[in-house]
């Protein structure tokens, strides 16, 4: 359609049909959920609201979609298509390493090609829009949702969430294989007190702008087609309701053009928040916000038709609302072809097929950051091993937010194993439970496990002890099960379960060669893990092809790369923890603990157990002193940093070389070091590579005293190394 037909569009139709488009729905209405009693009723969905509705959330599948879709076309008046919604956040049914995982590879261009495979199989079975990529900044490990982003970097989450975006909706959201996404949550929303979902956030305007708003802003301008409200308050107002952040900082300031959607029932809850006295002033405020889209709160539909008859609401507002999801149902192409890409024979040649799966597997591969290694890894052929943990058998290895993951496409450690022949002697044993007997958990569609008994219980540690009594080494499989990480998975107690770690003292009293594999959704305190075992790998949640891809890395055949996203902390006591943090007026001095008057702990370390940036591979390099090519530099120059990097271990691998940049002295306090850029390199036992990096004056761009994006004048810092702990800078001068 052209512009111009869209707006005859537009004007012909009826306020009730407008309403209808910013009314979002679930897809179980269209297929059987009866609305005429109950909650859902009383939230305003009636049988003639959802005949309206402009787009439905959670029906996938060809077929089961474009049934959906032939019966609202009949229904509706002008024959308009539905858009079709879905959290497609690692993968469809192709599964990849959650987000925090794909940080870890420091690889953006992976990440896009991940969510390009994502975008074929969501399209084929009937998608038009994923709620992703999340470009939240996390820094507190107690946040489950920390797995949906990719850590606590400004600049690296850029990278992710232009990729992620390009990635999803290609060249062209009407070409085949492209899907719209949403970048989420706008904003701040990674950033809850106490780290508890759905809590209030408080971050001044200055921090708001200068580390949460630069990802949100990256995907805006790779040219996100929707962007979803936060739940939080920023600055004291919900930010659904929040017309400053939406009409002035998103549409105005970033340029943001798109649809505007609200998270779950957002808009309702801006009565719980005390922001609204009822649902009709919900409705008011967010439409005034710019709010275009309902996502299941029934408000709009309840409420917009009497505030516009009465004068309350401009039916202008409406008008631009829905002339913004009719502009995203025009780019997608629906009216020419409402079913765009649903095709049940294309389904069954795409999901799952051996390209994916390889690009699942790489993705694993690259994700897992290697923390601690005394020998161990990679595990030599000669010596027996024995399997342990609740991994080894268990499929879930896919992370909270893979709704379509399907745990029978999922290959155990146990059959990876066997299958590769990586191990023909190797003992398996579950030692215990996923979980503790007193843990209750939730997920979104998984019941509970089944209680094992105390006897029971027992029974599988004795016999893990033993099995790691006859064996040379240990491979332990520990970590969260995938319901203690996620959407409403808070946890004050950031540990793996204390029935695991029970097993593993067990297992370390009787062996002295163990390697812990560690899943989990965010990061953990570790302390007794690294203490206890001589290796530890961080697996995070990989994914389909998952264990597959910890059989190469385990056995040698790939050596791990991955870099830490986030920092893990040294116990729950740090959290938030950063690396990029502000300088104080008393710095604590390594060493110098008797000193009380210096920002410190008396009962901890300041510093993580393991920062940002950090991850070892099976050989080991050297970085020299950083090279500058100059010491001055004026506005329009491009100073050169380099460093020459030696693999001076006895194996080939690849290591994350990333730079750093400190502002001496500015008109506002700066971080002590920030990530600037990165870049990967592979050498040979011995080989040596000059590796230089570009700085200009936009690397030296923050939020000054002014309110503005400008570099200043003076001294900085450059630092060059293999992860957050670079030290050895060299200085130039600016200006």
Same mark, same amino acid.
């Not at 179980?28 to 309206?52: H, Y």
């Not at 194993?417 to 990586?422: I, K, T």
């Not at 990029?580 to 008393?586: I, L, M, Q």
């Given at each position: ?340 890409? !649903? ?8 999901? *799952?097929?051996? =390209?994916? @799966?390889?690009?699942?597997? &790489? +993705? %694993? ?101 033993? !099995? ?8 332990? *499989?520990?970590? =969260?099960? @995938?319901?203690?990480?996620? &959407? +409403? %998975? ?111 702990? *008396? ?133």
């Amino acid at each position: 359609m052209t512009k111009e037909a869209l707006q005859e569009l537009l004007e012909d139709m009826s306020l009730e049909e407008k309403i209808g488009q910013m009314n979002q729905v679930a897809g179980s209405f269209f297929l059987g959920a009866s609305v005429a009693t109950g909650p859902m009723a009383e939230k305003g969905f009636t049988q003639e609201n959802i005949d309206r509705a402009g787009s439905a959330i959670g029906v996938s599948g060809a077929a089961a979609v474009k049934k959906v879709q032939k019966a609202y076309m009949e229904k509706h008046p002008h024959r308009i298509p539905l858009l079709f919604m879905l959290d497609v956040i690692n993968g469809y049914k192709t599964v990849f390493p959650i987000p925090l995982g794909q940080g870890a590879a420091f690889e953006p261009e992976l990440s896009m090609r991940c969510a390009r495979m994502a975008a074929r199989e969501a399209a084929v079975s009937g998608l038009h829009v994923t709620f992703s990529p999340m470009a939240d900044l996390v820094r507190d490990a107690r946040w489950g949702r920390v797995m949906e982003s990719t850590g606590e970097d400004p600049y690296l989450n850029s990278l992710y969430a232009t990729a992620m975006v390009r990635g999803y909706q290609g060249n062209d959201l009407r070409d085949r294989g492209s899907i719209a996404a949403c970048i989420k949550h706008f904003a701040g929303y990674g950033a809850p007190d106490a780290g508890r979902d759905y809590n209030t956030v408080e971050l001044s305007e200055h921090t708001l702008r200068q580390f949460y708003l630069p990802a949100y802003e990256a995907g805006v301008q790779a040219g996100a087609a929707l962007v979803m409200t936060a739940f939080n308050t920023v600055e004291g107002i919900p930010a659904t309701g929040n017309r400053r952040l939406m009409r002035q900082i998103l549409r105005d300031e970033m340029g943001f053009d798109g649809v505007l959607i609200s998270d779950w029932a957002a808009i309702e809850e801006m009565l719980c928040h005390g922001y609204c006295a009822d649902r009709t002033q919900a409705a008011r405020r967010a439409v005034a916000a710019g709010v275009d889209m309902d996502m299941m709160a029934g408000v709009y539909a309840e409420q917009l038709a009497a505030l516009v008859q009465g004068g309350e609401v401009p039916e202008t507002l409406i008008d631009e609302a829905v002339m913004r999801i009719l502009t995203l149902k025009n780019a997608l192409g629906l009216f020419e072809a409402p079913f765009k890409d !649903a095709d049940e024979e294309k389904e069954k040649e795409i999901i *799952l097929c051996e =390209e994916h @799966r390889a690009l699942a597997r &790489e +993705a %694993a591969r690259k994700s897992f950051v290697l923390l601690k290694n005394e020998g161990v890894l990679p595990l030599a052929p000669d010596t027996k091993t024995a399997y342990i943990g609740p991994y080894v058998d268990s499929r879930n290895l896919m992370g909270a937010w893979s709704l379509t993951g399907e745990t029978k496409d999922v290959a155990t450690l146990r059959e990876a194993v066997l299958e590769q022949r990586a191990d023909t002697d190797a003992v398996f044993c579950c030692g215990c439970p996923m979980t503790d007997r007193d843990m209750k958990l939730e997920g979104f569609l998984e019941c509970m496990d089944e209680m094992v008994s105390a006897e029971e219980q027992q029974r599988m540690m004795d016999e893990a002890v033993e !099995a790691a009594k006859a064996c040379g080494r240990v491979v332990m *499989l520990l970590g =969260e099960d @995938r319901r203690q990480s996620g &959407e +409403a %998975a808070s946890s004050a107690g950031i540990q793996i379960p204390g029935i695991q770690q029970e097993l593993l003292d067990r297992v370390c009293a009787v062996c002295d060669q163990v390697a812990v594999v560690l899943f989990s959704g965010r990061p953990l305190d570790i302390r007794r893990i690294a203490e206890k075992a001589q290796a530890v790998l961080l697996a995070w949640m990989p994914g389909t092809e998952g264990a597959r891809a910890l059989v190469d890395v385990l056995s040698g055949r790939y050596a791990p790369s991955g870099k830490l996203p986030m920092s893990f902390p040294y116990c729950a006591g740090q959290v938030p923890v950063h690396y990029n943090e502000y300088p104080t007026g008393r710095p604590h001095v390594p060493g110098k603990d008797k000193d009380r008057f210096r920002s410190k702990y *008396l009962d901890i370390p300041n510093a993580p157990l393991y920062p940002f940036g950090f991850g070892l591979t099976y050989t080991s390099f050297r970085v020299s002193p950083v090279r500058l090519d100059r010491d001055h530099m004026a506005k329009d120059d491009v100073l050169t940093a380099s460093v020459t990097v030696r693999n001076t271990g006895p194996a080939e691998g690849t290591e994350t070389i990333q730079l750093y940049i400190h502002d001496v002295a500015a008109s506002v306090v700066r971080p002590i070091k920030e990530l600037k850029g990165f870049c990967k390199v592979t050498l040979q036992p011995g080989e040596q590579k000059d590796i230089c990096f570009p700085i200009t004056e936009r690397e030296l761009r923050f939020l000054t005293e002014n309110g503005r994006w400008e570099s200043e004048p003076g001294a900085f810092e450059v630092f060059i190394g293999t992860s957050s702990l670079a030290d050895m800078p060299a200085r130039f001068v600016y200006g």
